[in-house]
């Protein structure tokens, strides 16, 4: 099984600031790679696939990357609306593991 | 409009069983998988398994082999996530989703049903 792992655990970042948020994997998942935002008492919403491709409706202000087994999600400018728990997830192999997470907050 | 719609929280003994439910509407219901993803209280998201609606096919994350039990009616297009014996560690939000097409990253979610356990 592949382990992602999250880092750091909690992001403390006022709004208007960048936010990065790293998420690595134990091995090799060739892209496959997906991020995901979750409110208090939502349910998670699908951001990004594919390591940068934004789902239908995401703004333009997050991002993703690799390099290697490394991956980070940017926020260029935080809103209030994004404070919020991210998650990465792989999906090359079953079952498709989710990080730990990382908490954005004020 | 496309969405899945869970049934409602449950409140149980450890040993009883329970099936929560998961209704499929506005899309192709049988030619989606659909998986269900638990979480603690306060912890990360655990995929535990998949079922195809058209075939049946499912598959368990080896964690939850042999605990849980996943199955589908497509006739009124509902998976199910079935437990024989609850525990008090089975207290958690259980989420139904659906995977995009052939990559299983989760493009539609459920909005949850909260199992507690409790004696």
């Known amino acids: 099984e592949i382990v992602m792992t999250q880092s750091p655990a909690t992001l403390s970042v006022s709004p208007g600031e960048r936010a990065t948020l790293s998420c690595r994997a134990s091995?090799?998942?060739?892209?496959?790679l997906a991020w995901y935002q979750q409110k208090l008492g939502k349910a998670p919403r699908l951001l990004i696939y594919g390591v940068s491709t934004r789902a239908t409706g995401i703004p333009a202000r997050f991002s993703g990357s690799e390099s290697g087994t490394e991956f980070t999600l940017t926020i260029s400018s935080l809103q209030s609306e994004d404070f919020a728990v991210y998650y990465c997830q792989q999906y090359h192999n079953w079952p498709g593991t989710f990080g730990q997470g990382t908490k954005v907050e004020i | 409009e496309v969405q899945l719609v869970q049934s409602g929280a449950e409140v149980k003994k450890p040993g009883e069983s329970l099936k929560i439910s998961c209704k499929g509407s506005?899309?192709?219901?049988?030619?989606?998988?659909i998986g269900w993803v638990r979480q603690r209280p306060g912890k990360g998201l655990e995929w535990m398994g998949i079922?195809?609606?058209?075939?049946?096919?499912?598959r368990y994350s080896p964690s939850f082999q042999g605990q849980v039990t996943i199955s589908v009616d497509k006739s009124v297009t509902t998976a199910y996530l079935h437990w024989s014996s609850l525990k008090a560690s089975d207290t958690a939000m259980y989420y139904c989703?659906?995977?995009?097409?052939?990559?299983?990253?989760?493009?539609?979610w459920g909005r949850g049903t909260l199992v507690t356990v409790s004696s």
């Open positions: 989703a659906r995977p995009e097409g052939a990559h299983w990253y989760f493009d539609l």
């Open positions: 506005g899309y192709s219901f049988a030619n989606h998988w």
């Open positions: 091995q090799g998942v060739y892209s496959k």
């Open positions: 079922i195809y609606p058209g075939d049946s096919e499912s």
